[in-house]
């Protein structure tokens, strides 16, 4: 059993509530709270020992007469037809000895110029510091006064509603004006006027009907008293009623409470999905999604695939076979031709991200978010769907540079190579000599002498060393081929790899970060609602 909140506790919560849902939450279930917030810091600060009492209700239900009756005097005209009341006008109690001063900031804010100051030696003392209102009419014809009745009707601490035996049972009354205030019974109060036109039995029959029609309302038990303005002691009943309000000075408090009743009502859905947790999978494979898109958009595969091909042209343009080697320089370096280096700014060729690869980024955006929002109220998907979408521009962005600074090794030239080519070195020298020392030995055949020729056993030198430099180089090209080829698949792994980490980064900046900080939002706003709760 949890204990009751205290106003100030609950308005706390309210304003984390304005808080955390500005910019997420549409300014209808907003600006209500904040319009409370500022109508309770104002009421708290004036006058809260004073009690506002408004006598509402419909044209010639007798508020005037009775607001007459109440103060002991001819303070508010009457009318026998003509509604008279255009302005509402105060009584105002002098305050008793302690507490309660003076109450002219309370009655700038309510905005209330008639104001009339009682006797205190004329006065009942269990009435010190009320004010009492008497208000236009509810169904004026007259807009102005009628936007006056509800201005203050919002802001009194107590409300008596008025009726009278003619019109007690007026479906439009009850439909406009008292449902809307179910959540207000506490401080309200319902009088049957004119009680003196009914005989016992017809009143009791009225109160009766008049009392189920309020319950109806969803005002079941709030207080019924009959009134007659025109007989002596008519009112008194009301004015013991109105004197437990005064006398425990609470109404102000309780008003305040049941304003908050009410916007909590309204802000309801904003927290009622359903209670189980967002489902982990899902969310998970939208993850998936959303990187497979923007890895998509980046060009990923093409990238890792130029690293590792650069990689091999490379290789092979250090260790291949020096007579066909040159052939591969003729061809652009694959990954230079992306204009990916660090350093290199300008223009890129690589293409741009294509329209169907925002969209598959947007549509994995939207997927993410709506799988995440599962279990929330649909306005918070919304919120944070709205929130990404404005960063998406930003998001394609950043792929470009994300791209740009992942690992792609273009520049690297492992150890090996070096040897490898030091080695076709010799092989080519020794082929080169080979065939320039057949070359004196064809030239002294020619001259019909002796040539130089030198033998290894059988063998002729000249001959071994040109056919073995050229078998050399020819055969260590093919010996490398294997190592180039799985230093160009790790090149082209590495490069996923970084490219694969640049772009999670990115997508865990730009979307997951910023969603999970929409949600947390969303939970701490429906626990701020929570905590205004009573
Ligand atoms: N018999 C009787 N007439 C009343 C009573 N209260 C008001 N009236 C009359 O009803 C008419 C309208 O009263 P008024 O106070 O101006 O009503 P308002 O429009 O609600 O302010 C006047 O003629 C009053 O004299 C009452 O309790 N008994
Ligand atoms: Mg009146």
């Given at each position: 059993m949890k204990t009751p909140r205290e106003l100030g506790d609950r308005l706390d919560g309210l304003r984390e509530v304005v808080r955390l849902g500005g910019g997420r939450v549409g300014p209808e279930l907003l600006v209500p709270v904040e319009a409370l917030l500022s109508q309770a810091s104002a009421r708290r600060t004036l006058s809260p020992d004073r009690t506002v009492v408004a006598l509402a209700g419909g044209t010639g239900s007798g508020k005037s007469s009775l607001f007459n009756a109440i103060a002991g005097g001819e303070l508010a005209p009457v009318a026998v037809r003509r509604p008279t009341t255009s302005r509402a006008r105060a009584a105002i109690w002098p305050a008793g000895t302690e507490g309660a001063g003076d109450p002219t900031g309370l009655l700038q804010w309510l905005d209330i110029r008639d104001r009339h100051v009682l006797d205190p030696r004329a006065t009942r003392t269990d009435l010190a510091g009320l004010v009492l209102v008497d208000l236009p009419d509810f169904d004026s014809t007259a807009a102005a006064h009628r936007a006056e009745a509800e201005r203050l009707a919002e802001i009194v601490d107590v409300l008596v509603w008025v009726l009278d035996p003619q019109k007690y049972a007026d479906a439009a009354v009850h439909q406009r004006y008292l449902r809307p205030l179910a959540a207000h019974r506490e401080v309200m109060l319902v009088a049957l006027n004119q009680a003196d036109r009914l005989d016992r039995d017809a009143l009791e029959a009225c109160l009766r009907d008049l009392g189920s029609?309020?319950?109806?309302?969803?005002?079941?038990?709030?207080?019924?008293?009959?009134?007659?303005?025109?007989?002596?002691?008519?009112?008194?009943?009301?004015?013991?009623?109105?004197?437990?309000?005064?006398?425990?000075?609470?109404?102000?408090?309780?008003?305040?409470?049941?304003?908050?009743?009410?916007?909590?009502?309204?802000?309801?859905?904003?927290?009622?999905?359903?209670?189980?947790?967002?489902p982990k999978r899902r969310a998970g494979d939208g993850q998936e999604a959303l990187i497979r898109g923007l890895g998509t958009a980046a060009g990923v595969e093409p990238i890792a695939a130029a690293a590792g091909a650069s990689y091999r042209m490379r290789a092979i343009a250090t260790v291949g076979w020096p007579l066909v080697r040159w052939v591969g320089r003729l061809r652009p370096d694959p990954l230079r031709r992306l204009h990916l280096g660090?350093?290199?700014?300008?223009?890129?060729?690589?293409?741009?991200?294509?329209?169907?690869?925002?969209?598959?980024?947007?549509?994995?955006?939207?997927?993410?978010?709506?799988?995440?929002?599962?279990?929330?109220?649909?306005?918070?998907?919304?919120?944070?769907?709205?929130?990404?979408e404005s960063r998406q521009p930003a998001l394609i962005d950043e792929l470009d540079r994300s791209v740009r600074s992942a690992q792609l090794s273009q520049d690297d030239r492992p150890a090996w190579w070096g040897g490898v080519q030091g080695a076709q070195f010799l092989f080519l020298v020794a082929a080169t000599a080979g065939l320039a020392w057949l070359a004196v030995i064809a030239g002294f055949a020619y001259l019909q002498l002796p040539g130089p020729s030198v033998h290894l056993g059988r063998a002729p030198v000249p001959t071994l060393l040109f056919l073995g430099g050229l078998a050399a180089g020819l055969l260590t090209s093919v010996v490398s081929r294997p190592f180039v080829n799985l230093g160009a698949a790790r090149r082209r792994a590495r490069a996923q790899r970084s490219l694969d980490a640049g772009i999670r980064a990115l997508a865990q900046r730009e979307v997951l970060g910023p969603l999970a900080d929409e949600l947390a939002a969303a939970s701490a706003f429906c626990a701020a609602v929570d905590s205004a709760r009573r």
């Open positions: 029609l309020l319950s109806a309302d969803g005002l079941p038990g709030v207080p019924l008293l009959a009134t007659s303005a025109t007989q002596p002691g008519g009112a008194d009943r009301l004015v013991d009623a109105l004197s437990d309000r005064v006398t425990t000075q609470r109404a102000a408090v309780d008003r305040l409470h049941a304003d908050i009743d009410t916007v909590l009502v309204a802000l309801g859905p904003a927290c009622s999905g359903p209670p189980s947790p967002r660090a350093g290199q700014g300008g223009p890129t060729s690589r293409p741009a991200a294509t329209g169907a690869q925002r969209a598959q980024v947007s549509n994995a955006v939207r997927d993410l978010v709506s799988q995440s929002a599962t279990g929330l109220a649909p306005m918070w998907g919304a919120a944070a769907a709205a929130t990404l």
